[in-house]
RNA sequence: CUGCCCGUAGCUCAACUGGAUAGAGCACCAGCCUUCUAAGCUGGGGGUUACAGGUUCGAUUCCUGUCGGGCAGGCCA
């Protein structure tokens, strides 16, 4: 039993004391200001209310009718009617104890008692490299997913990976209209294909391991094809021109298909493998792994997107308007009635994503978490309306929305799109502020908070870095202990009766919160907070280590001390692994 | 035009989902290395929580409206 929980007992035991019958939810707070004691419970005004009450009247009796304990030093009323613990300093020893019992394990809860839950996360399109914006829902998710597994749920961390669709057709003409170029065939390249220099390394490796195998006659390439509009038209935002963009693009690929003919399918697969591989070499080296990588195209092969349309069919949730099917999605809630089926034949991506969100259910996770970029928010309702039409219940899926992040260089907006191919990779990134960094910043935000990420401060070396700043308090421990040089397996066993000032007290309030920090962090799906919390028992630990010599003549004081900031390691070292952040034991 | 998110110190952001005198870091000013790492510490100034109402013991938090910013609103993904 925790300390806090066995304060929440004596209350509890209190308010039935005076109160039978009475059911109380006791809610025991840290409060801001030390005046106001170690913890604080409202439960006397929460009770006032209803029993028509004075509640400090309510509080005095409360606090009357607590039964006595060894650790409480004091109970007083303040305020509207609040009670105020403060506690004597041997309550605090017991969680060094506990931390050096515990190591790597302290701070594991009970929360998700064991229930599945699946995150999934970035689940970019692999039709290039990731970007600064993906690295962010990387972070995020993986620092959630591990937050969540601490908190006492089975996690199954996954990779959507949409490996269908046109985005990938387009990848595919881009890199043959590449390789086609290499060999002095210039079809003019669409403003709308990708545009990226990795577009021609992969031609450039085709034409390195097939030769011209894959040329055509250049003449036929545009046939049939419907014409380029003007550019400045497209990026003037025209609407006709945009779409005849986007015709003289399906049409090339239908030129594609059609002369590669059965090669067609070996430039797809390439370079859908060779995009997937870099993706998760790129993640690997981030820290950031997946339980499974979940194909989209599988959906599509083992007919389920086919089958989950039948079914919304069989149910009376789909109909027929100008030749396509249309979910009603208006009837959940929704704003408007959705295309699963277009009228050429083929399933939308939002068919798939039925689909896929079906299969999840299926698989039995008790919740489902879904990590997406805010410009997709709107695609939210209609998930959820066609999973309440298939029968299945949608508050099991939560979508956490991550907003984008914006860098900042020598105090400028970077500009990026993906595109244009004016974007800054994750690669770049961390290999310009390195992945402790790169994790660090990353989830330092709110994740529905617009991310402005400084490069410049991220990189510095210096005491305006956050991140170092945490690294250099589980450092300077390793060096004290380091040059002490004793036996660390005695420290779990020490006197720490003898840790009495306000440095060490306030380091041990603060060992103790990490269960609490963890299951909120948890609860709210808000990895930052945990960012928040080391930054500041970073904080507590310089501080103690200005005011107090660790290493003194006193031996037991000594011992004493090592053992708190050994203890403090441990959770600064647990904490910063559960963000993907190393614990460097000299900087 | 409609929907969702956001608006907190000069800047970047917290605030335990309704708690007490709204907190950190940066920047600015003044101090601390013969010492276990100064990538550190101590002190100081800085606020009508965009604005106006409402709900109640109590509001940065919940509701309504206004202003300002972001994102969505395809038979695109």
Redo the contacts with the bound molecule.
């Keep these: 039993m925790t300390l806090k929980e066995h304060l929440a007992n004596l209350l509890e035991q209190a308010v039935a004391d005076i109160l039978p019958g009475q059911q109380a939810v006791i ?1 025991l ?5 030390a ?3 170690d913890f ?3 439960i006397a ?2 009770l ?2 209803p029993l028509k009450k004075n ?1 400090r009247e309510l509080a005095q009796a409360i606090v009357r009718a607590l039964p006595v304990s060894n650790i409480i030093e004091k109970a007083e009323i ?7 613990l403060k506690l004597k300093p041997a309550a605090w020893t017991g969680i060094v104890q506990a931390i050096h019992e515990q190591g790597t394990r302290f701070g594991r809860g009970n929360l998700g008692k064991g229930q599945s839950v699946q995150v999934e996360f970035v689940s970019a ?1 692999p039709t290039g490299p990731l970007h600064v914006g993906h690295g962010r829902g990387a972070a995020y998710g993986a620092s959630l997913a591990n937050v969540l597994e601490t908190a006492g749920y089975t996690v199954t961390r996954e990779y959507y990976v ?1 490996d ?4 990938m057709d387009i990848l595919a003409l881009s890199t043959w209209l590449r390789y086609l170029e290499l060999q002095g065939i210039l079809v003019p390249f669409p403003s709308n294909a990708y545009q990226g220099d990795y577009v021609r390394d992969m031609a450039r490796a085709i034409l390195q391991e097939h030769g011209d195998r894959y040329m055509h006659d250049p003449s036929r390439i545009l046939d049939g094809v419907p014409a380029r509009p003007d550019d400045e038209l497209v990026e003037g935002g025209d609407p006709l021109a ?2 005849q963009n ?1 015709a003289h693009l399906d049409g090339l690929i239908a030129a594609a298909k059609k002369l590669l003919g059965i090669d067609y399918a070996y430039f797809h697969g390439f370079v859908l493998n060779e995009q997937l591989s870099d993706c998760k070499e790129d993640l690997l080296e981030f820290g950031v792994t997946f339980n499974e990588w979940f194909s ?1 195209k599988s959906l599509f092969d083992t007919g389920k997107v086919a089958a989950v349309v039948k079914k919304l069919e069989a149910t009376g949730h789909l109909y027929e ?4 099917r ?1 979910f009603k999605a208006t009837a959940f809630g929704d ?2 009635d ?2 699963v089926q ?3 034949g ?5 068919a798939s994503d039925i689909a896929y969100h079906a299969n999840k259910f299926e698989r039995g996770f008790d919740r489902i978490i879904d990590v997406w970029g ?6 939210i309702p209609r998930v959820k309306a066609a999973l309440t039409a298939l029968g299945l219940d949608a508050e099991k899926l939560v979508v956490s ?1 991550v ?2 992040a ?1 860098l900042y260089r020598g105090g400028q907006k970077v500009q990026m799109s993906t595109r244009s191919g004016s974007f800054v990779t994750l690669r770049e990134l961390r290999s310009e502020v390195g992945n402790d960094a790169a994790r660090f910043y990353y989830v ?3 994740s ?5 990420f ?1 490069l410049d ?1 991220a990189k510095s ?6 991140v ?2 945490i ?3 589980h ?2 421990v ?3 202990l ?3 040089g004793g036996d660390l397996s005695i420290l779990p066993r020490v006197d720490l009766g003898l840790l009495t000032s306000p440095y060490e007290l306030d380091l041990m309030k603060r060992l103790m ?1 990490y269960p ?1 920090i963890l299951e ?1 962090a948890a ?4 990895p ?2 945990i960012a ?1 919390y080391l ?2 028992m ?2 507590d630990l ?11 003549e006193d031996e037991a004081l000594k011992l004493a001390r090592l053992s708190l900031i050994t203890a403090t390691r441990q959770v600064l070292s647990n904490g910063l692994l559960m963000l993907g952040v190393s614990a ?4």
């Excluded at 707070?29 to 200001?33: M, N």
């Excluded at 269908?164 to 985005?167: E, L, N």
């Excluded at 083929?346 to 939002?350: K, R, V, W």
């Design positions: 809610e707070e840290r409060p801001k200001s005046e106001h004691g604080a419970c409202n005004m929460r006032a209310k509640p303040a305020g509207a009617g609040f009670i105020n399109n949409n269908a669709g046109r985005q945009k779409a986007e989209e308007q100008d030749g396509a249309w704003e408007k959705r295309v277009r009228a050429n083929e399933f939308t991506y939002f805010a410009d997709h928010h709107g695609y929305l907003q984008f914006v330092l935000r709110k529905d908070q617009h991310l402005d400084d401060l070396q210096s005491n305006d870095n956050p170092y700043y690294q250099y308090a450092a300077r390793c060096s004290v380091a040059e002490w919160a609490e909120t609860k709210e799906l808000s930052h907070q928040y930054k500041d970073a904080g310089h501080t103690y280590y200005n005011a107090e010599k660790f290493l003194v460097p034991e000299k900087m």
